[in-house]
């Protein structure tokens, strides 16, 4: 089985900066992409940031600019850098990796437990 590992969330000022990693363990063949969404109470999950294997990266157009996502595939993890935070970035934020588990396999989907970041003086 795959557990994914979330850690960084916080408090921080606005302004400010906050770097989010997320750890994927287990039996892992290959990584297809991995990402970071966020959720506030009674909203949809949304997107915040994408990298595919083969080195594309997708940003939530609320971001750009000031977030950027980036992996070490020798670990397996995934950091979602964050900086001049506002208080509409406060939210529980989520990892999300797409892997194969071994040759052949089809796509399997895995969630971290979530990290809240809340931005506010």
């Known amino acids: 089985q795959v557990q994914l590992v979330e850690s960084g969330g916080g408090l921080v000022q606005p302004g400010g900066s906050r770097r989010l990693s997320c750890t994927a363990s287990?039996?892992?063949?290959?990584?297809?992409?991995m990402g970071w969404y966020r959720q506030i109470p009674g909203k949809e999950r949304e997107l915040v940031a994408l990298?595919?294997?083969?080195?594309?990266?997708h940003y939530a157009d609320s971001v750009k600019g000031r977030f950027t996502i980036s992996t070490d595939n020798a670990k397996n993890t995934v950091y979602l850098q964050m900086k001049s935070l506002k208080p509409e970035d406060t939210a529980v934020y989520y990892c999300n990796v797409n892997l194969f588990l071994y040759y052949g396999s089809a796509n399997s989907a895995y969630w971290g437990q979530g990290t809240q970041v809340t931005v506010s003086s």
């Open positions: 990298a595919t294997s083969g080195g594309s990266t």
């Open positions: 287990g039996s892992i063949f290959r990584l297809n992409t």
